[in-house]
């Protein structure tokens, strides 16, 4: 079975970077999109960035021209590069994987905090 594991989250100044990584494992079926979901407290869960099989990225609009999503098959890893961080950027991050087959994988998900 598909295993997803995020690193990287952690306490950050506005203004900062973080890098969060998600390591796939296990049994990888065949992978349509990759992406990172957040849900800050008392809010739905939401859509980062994706990037699909083909290379193509899609991102939140308010995350745009600020983080970058990049994958590596080598690694089963995909990265979220996120730059100039805001506070309203606090969420858990959620790594997320939909296959082919078996529908979609999440991560445990780490924690971002950025302090105004």
């Known amino acids: 079975q ?3 594991v995020e690193s990287g989250g952690g306490l950050v100044q506005a203004g900062g970077s973080l890098r969060l990584s998600c390591t796939a494992s296990g049994r990888i079926p ?8 957040r849900q800050a407290p ?5 859509l ?3 990037i699909n099989s083909d ?3 899609n991102y939140a609009d308010s995350v745009k021209g600020r983080f970058t999503i990049s994958n590596d098959n080598a690694k089963n890893t995909v990265y979220l590069q996120m730059n100039s ?6 969420a858990v991050y959620y790594c997320a994987a939909l296959t082919v087959a078996y529908g979609t994988y999440w991560g445990q998900g ?7």
């Open 2 to 4: 598909l295993r997803l």
């Open 30 to 37: 065949r992978i349509n999109t990759k992406g990172w979901y």
């Open 42 to 46: 008392g809010k739905q869960r939401e």
């Open 48 to 50: 980062v960035a994706n």
């Open 55 to 57: 290379g193509r990225t």
């Open 85 to 90: 961080l805001k506070p309203e950027d606090t």
């Open 110 to 116: 780490t924690q971002v905090t950025v302090s105004s």
